[in-house]
């Protein structure tokens, strides 16, 4: 594995902002930079979101843009003017040199307050994809592979240029949208398949998402069973610009909050952990099947799934051990010989087959997303822009016992996470990272092993680049609860 870079408390200082001009639609050619009035910048990802999405905040003088009619010289809401679908790209770095480097589009302008001599807008951006999803639908069936099919739907649908190559393999799903968006098709899809590499009716669930790397549809499992990318490390223990992070971690976290996301009447209503299913097939072989499908049970089925700790939450017995022994029932029709693909000769061949394994995927779906949210932990860093919604990263804490000398870690909470959703922040004050970590299982597996390389030299706390300078006498409250 590839060292990773150490983070440091020292690093949490204002960052450079590089690039954020906004290009109007209006006139071609015509550009305004904004990066001299930037107040705060937000920058999210999450494995639940089609999009990258972001918000800028800006301080809007009227001195900004001049008109090219009449030489006047107006703010840039106005001089673009700026109304919404304007590209907008956008470059900066981190202080160990990480960078992030994307083409947003303006989804919608807030002015926040107004003086005569300026004015404070908040833009919301998202990608240009998340607009063209709206203007685009799905209108021909598919047949084969689903990693084929999203390829194809984010290639000649949403005609992207973004990376798609980190597509994971699914067992087949014949699969017909019916004139859906392509975000609504790739999401139902997701839902729909299994990896191919697990035992058939074990588990199932994928994620569809974007990150500033590009598209990515990964199962839960691969997410669970992928390599951490970095080790963090909670302590009240100053960190002396990276001498005192532990050996074995790459970052030390600023801030830590855990949450036991199991409340139990609303997982056993989602049926996390068993279900029935009740199968209807109306067509030539007229049959009718009740399945019980079980997350964890004697059946082997958890020892066939990845997980991220030791063992999966388990209810009591006296709750699973009453006469339903299931928490959730779900009715399905079966989907056979809907449009089979072939000869007309090799459709009616075809027409008792299913087009979907719903009794091995759908149940099994339903138990595996609500498992990966049974365990969540939030920590805020020094701002490491090379982490990326759907990474893992291993995590440790002390472990709350009486003797406030004792070194040992939570053996409970500790251990691998994946990134569910991150948002980095920059404004005059600094720049940070705050990362919700989720997985479906509790207690500590493996060890955080030493990757990281000694610290890199960090701009002193404090000093803030010319811009941010700039911007931080602005009469604006730019008091955060990040």
Not at 146 to 175: A, Y
Not at 186 to 214: H, I, Q
Not at 458 to 463: A, L, N, Q, S
Request: charged share 25%.
């Amino acid at each position: 594995m590839a060292e990773s870079q150490k983070v440091t408390t020292a690093q949490a200082t204002p960052t450079s902002v590089e690039t954020i001009d906004i290009f109007s639609t209006k006139t071609q050619g015509k550009t305004v930079s904004i990066l001299n009035g930037l107040i705060e910048f937000r920058y999210y990802e999450s494995i639940l979101q089609d999009s990258v999405m972001a918000t800028v905040m800006f301080s809007d003088s009227g001195n900004t843009i001049t008109d090219d009619k009449t030489g006047e010289v107006k703010s840039a809401l106005e001089g673009l003017p700026i109304v919404g679908s304007e590209r907008v790209k956008f470059k900066m770095t981190d202080n160990n040199e990480n960078k992030i480097e994307y083409t947003f589009r303006i989804n919608n302008v807030n002015p926040i307050s107004d003086e005569t001599t300026k004015s404070a807008v908040a833009l919301k951006l998202v990608s240009e994809e998340y607009e063209l999803n709206e203007e685009s639908r799905i209108n021909k069936r598919f047949d084969g592979k689903p990693s084929e099919v999203i390829k194809e739907i984010l290639t000649n649908f949403l005609k992207t240029e973004k990376n798609i190559t980190d597509i994971e393999e699914s067992t087949v799903c014949g699969s017909i949208p019916a004139q859906k968006k392509p975000f609504y098709a790739m999401n139902w899809l997701s839902t729909r398949c299994a990896p191919v590499d697990k035992k058939p009716g074990a588990t199932a669930g994928f994620f569809f998402y974007e990150t500033s790397e590009g598209y990515h549809f990964k199962s839960i499992d691969s997410l669970l069973g992928q390599e951490k990318k970095k080790s963090i490390i909670y302590n009240e223990t100053p960190d002396n610009r990276g001498q005192n992070i532990p050996e074995g971690y790459d970052v030390k976290a600023l801030s830590y909050s855990k949450d036991n996301r199991i409340d139990v009447q609303k997982k056993l209503e989602m049926g996390f952990q068993s279900t029935r299913i009740i199968l209807f097939d109306p067509g030539p072989n007229m049959k009718y099947e009740v399945l019980n499908p079980k997350a964890v049970g004697d059946d082997g089925t958890e020892e066939s799934l990845t997980k991220a700790g030791k063992e999966l939450p388990k209810m009591s017995d006296e709750i699973s051990s009453g006469k339903l022994k299931f928490s959730r029932t779900t009715y399905c029709i079966l989907d056979t010989g809907t449009l089979p693909a072939g000869s007309t000769k090799q459709q009616i061949e075809k027409s008792g087959d299913e087009n979907f394994k719903v009794g091995e995927i759908k149940n099994q779906a339903i138990m595996r997303y609500n498992q990966l949210y049974a365990s969540k932990v939030e920590v805020t860093i020094a701002g490491d822009f090379s982490l990326h919604a759907g990474d893992a990263v291993y995590f440790d804490a002390p472990s709350s016992q009486k003797d406030t000398k004792n070194d040992d870690v939570d053996r409970q909470v500790g251990g691998l996470y994946i990134i569910s959703s991150l948002c980095h922040l920059v404004n005059s004050q600094g720049t940070y990272t705050k990362l919700n970590l989720v997985r479906d299982s509790f207690g500590r597996t493996g060890k955080a092993p030493q990757t990281g390389k000694p610290a890199t030299e960090t701009k002193v706390p404090g000093t803030q680049p010319s811009y941010q300078r700039t911007v931080s006498s602005a009469s604006y409250d730019t008091t955060t609860t990040f």
